[in-house]
């Protein structure tokens, strides 16, 4: 089975930037969908952003856009999520989604359209 592994969370502070990292097991997936979610206390699971097979294609949540980035190493089949001006709203566990097809499936932000997800890993912004 597929395996993906988060790491990059940690407490921060407000205005504070952080850089999220996803490896994925199978190398093939270096060829395929990548991408993040996040979950907060209390609510449910949110899309971030994803990214086609290439790293040109990529689609962001409105709350994402302008301060994440997502990006993607295809040889290591690893993807990573930059976070820049990290607010205490952006306080959730964080997840490494992945979709054995090149091109993300629309609408982006379902959760149905990932095969694969991984156990999180938390971020907290104080204020």
């Known amino acids: 089975q597929v395996q993906l592994v988060e790491s990059g969370g940690r407490l921060v502070r407000a205005g504070d930037s952080l850089r999220l990292s996803c490896a994925a097991s199978?190398?093939?997936?270096?060829?395929?969908?990548m991408g993040w979610f996040r979950q907060g206390g209390g609510k449910e699971r949110e899309f971030v952003a994803a990214?086609?097979?290439?790293?040109?294609?990529?689609s962001y949540a409105d709350f994402a856009k302008g301060r994440f980035t997502i990006s993607r190493h295809k040889a290591e089949s690893t993807v990573y999520l930059q976070m820049n001006s990290l607010k205490p709203e952006d306080t959730a566990v964080y997840y490494c989604?992945?979709?054995?097809?090149?091109?993300?499936?629309?609408?982006?932000?379902?959760?149905?359209?990932?095969?694969?997800w991984g156990q999180g890993t938390q971020v907290t912004v104080s204020s």
């Open positions: 989604v992945a979709d054995r097809r090149p091109y993300v499936r629309s609408p982006a932000n379902v959760t149905d359209n990932y095969e694969f």
């Open positions: 199978d190398r093939t997936f270096g060829n395929y969908v």
């Open positions: 990214t086609a097979w290439s790293g040109t294609m990529k």
